[in-house]
Nanobody, 122 residues
Framework: QVQLVESGGGLVQAGGSLRLSCAASGSIFGVRTMGWYRQAPGKQRELVAIINSINNESSTNYADSVKGRFTISRDNAKNTVYLQMNSLKPEDTAVYYC?????????????WGQGTQVTVSS
C-alpha cells in the first residue's frame, strides 16, 4: 500500500517561513512527478509547485503567486519532496496537499497525501 505523509505545517506570522515535507512509502518502483497543491476555505484546490524527473533530469513549475518565495525540491533516494516557503502571506493560508505520480504494481498512478494545515497570521 502506498502512502504519502505530509509534515511541517503550522501557524506562522506573515513574513515568516515554513518547510513542508512529504514522504512516499510503499512498493514504489518509479516516481515521475511530485508536487504540492493547496486548498483554502471556499476555494478550489490549486497547484503550488511541482517537480518532474524524467531521464534523471528535473524541472520545476510554480504558481505565479508563489514564484520567488517558495522552492520545491526532492530527495529521490528517500522518495521525499520538500516545499520551502519564505515570506509567507496571509493569503497562503490553506491546507497543503502532496501529490505524486508513482509507478506502483505495473501502473503509473496518482496518489495524494492527507494534507497539512498552514496558517499565516497578519
Amino acid at each position: 500500500q502506498v502512502q504519502l505523509v505530509e509534515s511541517g505545517g503550522g501557524l506562522v506570522q506573515a513574513g515568516g517561513s515554513l518547510r513542508l515535507s512529504c514522504a512516499a512509502s510503499g512498493s514504489i518502483f518509479g516516481v515521475r512527478t511530485m508536487g504540492w497543491y493547496r486548498q483554502a476555505p471556499g476555494k478550489q484546490r490549486e497547484l503550488v509547485a511541482i517537480i518532474n524527473s524524467i531521464n534523471n533530469e528535473s524541472s520545476t513549475n510554480y504558481a505565479d503567486s508563489v514564484k520567488g518565495r517558495f522552492t520545491i525540491s526532492r530527495d529521490n533516494a528517500k522518495n521525499t519532496v520538500y516545499l520551502q516557503m519564505n515570506s509567507l502571506k496571509p493569503e497562503d493560508t490553506a491546507v497543503y496537499y502532496c501529490k505524486g505520480i508513482l509507478f506502483v504494481s505495473n501502473y503509473w498512478g496518482q496518489y495524494w497525501g492527507q494534507g497539512t494545515q498552514v496558517t499565516v497570521s497578519s
